[in-house]
């Protein structure tokens, strides 16, 4: 038996964890999905199963969005629908925290900044003379030329230098040139060192801006996944497209080396996702749901032989909201209490183990 941590670790019930409802399927994984996701061509049943498929992934959308913004105290109204209308709530919520401190901030060029500007100028001789010339014009626009009689800068143009700063290190990202490469690198570290400073050199309110930049490095992952779903689906992002952008952030360091080791930023929900809330059918599965569907109804295809209908009428339960509801709490079980470390084993999918044995013997 795997100890409670172990059990907490488990992709599902870090979703269910999180707030994400799963099906049955989804909860143990394995032949029990791969036959789920078969019987959604199923009559009635495969009804049932796609919604509760659908509700978890609107689920997912805002468990994501809700962590984006957990750094800041903020979370999405429970009345706004996941989308494009959820995530432009999250970009407003984050900008109203960010315009709150901006008057009481102010960027100073310490002597730690200039020591660590000077290392970046430096490594920058190693690109050619013409992307020198590139990133000294970037120095001098986005940092020198900002710079008050006192050496520093407000909050405000500190935001928009740094706002800048990340907009041009996402435009040259998109270059497979090698001395563009090396710029974007040098290009997120002036940002970076930027941002050190400023929280280094705010103290009262660092912790505030320290959230407030967690948060924004979230959002761009989240705004990401949205802009890559298909229009049809209004900007409600599935878990590959969520997994895609995660693991393209634009972070500092070696982002794909995180992503291998599994620490990139909301990693810990992109990849449970993908584990369970991913279609377990690779093509169209026409065949397998046929034979499915075929077996559970006794070989009858679409008919519904009267012991195998009563057994999936009472699995239609399962995937309605309340019955994932009842489902999680007893999923949840084992990782609080030992005497229900066996609850799991009861949650097989209700008429879909049964119902297959039935129809196969007749």
Same mark, same amino acid.
């Given at each position: 038996?795997? #100890?409670?941590?172990?059990?907490?670790?488990?992709?599902?019930?870090?979703?269910?964890?999180?707030? /994400?409802?799963?099906?049955?399927?989804?909860?143990?994984?394995?032949?029990?999905?791969?036959?789920? @996701?078969?019987?959604?061509?199923?009559?009635?049943?495969?009804?049932?199963?796609?919604?509760?498929?659908?509700?978890?992934?609107? $689920?997912? #959308?805002?468990?994501?969005?809700? *962590? &984006?913004?957990?750094?800041?105290?903020?979370?999405?109204? $429970?009345?706004?629908?996941?989308?494009?209308?959820?995530?432009?709530?999250?970009?407003? *919520?984050?900008?109203?925290?960010?315009?709150?401190?901006?008057?009481?901030?102010?960027?100073?060029?310490?002597?730690?900044?200039?020591?660590?500007?000077?290392?970046?100028?430096?490594?920058?001789?190693?690109?050619?003379?013409?992307?020198?010339?590139?990133?000294?014009?970037?120095?001098?626009?986005?940092?020198?030329?900002? =710079?008050?009689?006192?050496?520093?800068?407000?909050?405000?143009?500190?935001?928009?230098?740094?706002?800048?700063?990340?907009?041009?290190?996402?435009?040259?990202?998109?270059? +497979? @040139?090698?001395? !563009?490469?090396?710029? +974007?690198?040098?290009?997120?570290? =002036?940002? +970076?060192?930027?941002?050190?400073? =400023?929280?280094? +050199?705010?103290?009262?309110?660092?912790?505030?801006?320290?959230?407030?930049?967690?948060?924004?490095?979230?959002?761009?992952?989240?705004?990401?996944?949205?802009?890559? &779903?298909? %229009?049809?689906? #209004?900007? /409600?992002? #599935?878990?590959?497209?969520?997994?895609? !952008? /995660?693991?393209? !952030?634009?972070?500092?360091?070696?982002?794909?080396?995180?992503? /291998?080791?599994?620490?990139?930023?909301?990693?810990?929900?992109?990849?449970?996702?993908?584990?369970?809330?991913?279609?377990?059918?690779? @093509?169209?599965?026409?065949?397998?749901?046929?034979?499915? &569907?075929?077996?559970?109804?006794? %070989?009858?295809?679409?008919?519904?032989?009267?012991?195998?209908?009563?057994?999936?009428? %009472?699995?239609?339960? !399962?995937?309605?909201?309340?019955?994932?509801?009842?489902?999680?709490?007893?999923?949840?079980?084992?990782?609080?209490?030992?005497?229900?470390?066996?609850?799991?084993?009861?949650?097989?999918?209700?008429?879909?183990? &049964?119902?297959?044995?039935?129809?196969?013997?007749?």
């Amino acid at each position: 038996n795997p #100890n409670f941590e172990d059990v907490n670790k488990l992709p599902a019930n870090m979703l269910i964890k999180e707030g /994400v409802s799963l099906t049955p399927g989804q909860r143990l994984g394995g032949f029990t999905q791969t036959t789920e @996701d078969a019987l959604t061509s199923f009559p009635v049943l495969g009804e049932f199963i796609k919604g509760a498929k659908i509700r978890g992934i609107e $689920d997912f #959308n805002r468990v994501v969005i809700n *962590k &984006a913004l957990a750094p800041i105290g903020e979370k999405l109204s $429970d009345k706004v629908p996941v989308g494009r209308e959820a995530v432009a709530e999250m970009l407003e *919520k984050a900008s109203n925290a960010y315009k709150k401190l901006l008057p009481n901030l102010r960027f100073n060029m310490d002597t730690q900044f200039r020591s660590q500007l000077n290392e970046v100028i430096d490594n920058a001789q190693f690109l050619s003379d013409a992307t020198l010339k590139k990133f000294n014009k970037i120095v001098e626009k986005n940092l020198v030329s900002k =710079l008050d009689n006192k050496m520093g800068m407000s909050g405000e143009s500190f935001k928009t230098a740094e706002s800048t700063l990340g907009k041009l290190a996402t435009t040259l990202s998109k270059s +497979t @040139d090698e001395d !563009a490469v090396q710029l +974007t690198g040098a290009v997120k570290q =002036l940002q +970076t060192l930027m941002r050190e400073s =400023l929280e280094r +050199t705010n103290p009262s309110q660092a912790a505030q801006l320290k959230n407030a930049n967690k948060t924004y490095r979230m959002i761009s992952i989240v705004e990401d996944a949205s802009a890559k &779903a298909p %229009g049809q689906f #209004n900007g /409600v992002f #599935n878990p590959s497209q969520f997994d895609r !952008a /995660v693991k393209g !952030a634009k972070t500092m360091g070696k982002p794909k080396r995180q992503y /291998v080791k599994g620490q990139a930023t909301m990693q810990e929900l992109s990849d449970p996702a993908v584990q369970r809330l991913s279609p377990t059918i690779p @093509d169209s599965g026409t065949p397998l749901r046929g034979m499915t &569907a075929a077996i559970a109804g006794g %070989g009858g295809g679409i008919l519904i032989d009267p012991v195998t209908g009563g057994l999936l009428a %009472g699995a239609l339960g !399962a995937y309605t909201r309340p019955g994932s509801a009842f489902l999680n709490m007893l999923t949840n079980r084992p990782l609080s209490a030992p005497r229900y470390g066996k609850s799991i084993d009861i949650l097989k999918a209700p008429g879909i183990g &049964a119902g297959a044995t039935y129809g196969g013997r007749n």
